[in-house]
Nanobody, 115 residues
Framework: QVQFVESGGGLVQPGGSLRLSCVAS????????MGWYRQAPGKEREWVAA???????MSADFVKGRFTISRDNAKNTVYLQMNSLQPEDTAVYYC?????????WGQGTQVTVSS
């Protein structure tokens, strides 16, 4: 059974940066494409970025040029480097597999962008 623990969120000013981490447990996780998702209060969860096992990545249009997803398979960890953060990026950020059925969601990590 795969489990995820997200960390690295916090309070940052507009234009600032944060790096999120997601540590996964389980023997099969390394074979999956992984993604970052976010959910703001009163809104649906949305996809942010994804990376496959070989390190190839893609991202949603609203974060292109600002966010970079990467992974370290030896550490069972996926990262999200977030630069040029804006207030609309405020949300709880989660990681999970990108394609197929989702595993159990972790607790997420809160990102708040405010001046």
């Amino acid at each position: 059974q795969v489990q995820f623990v997200e960390s690295g969120g916090g309070l940052v000013q507009p234009g600032g940066s944060l790096r999120l981490s997601c540590v996964a447990s389980g023997s099969i996780w390394r074979a999956y494409a992984m993604g970052w998702y976010r959910q703001a209060p009163g809104k649906e969860r949305e996809w942010v970025a994804a990376v496959n096992n070989g390190g190839d990545s893609m991202s949603a249009d609203f974060v292109k040029g600002r966010f970079t997803i990467s992974r370290d398979n030896a550490k069972n960890t996926v990262y999200l480097q977030m630069n040029s953060l804006q207030p609309e990026d405020t949300a709880v950020y989660y990681c999970n597999r990108y394609a197929g059925s989702f595993f159990k969601w972790g607790q997420g990590t809160q990102v708040t962008v405010s001046s």
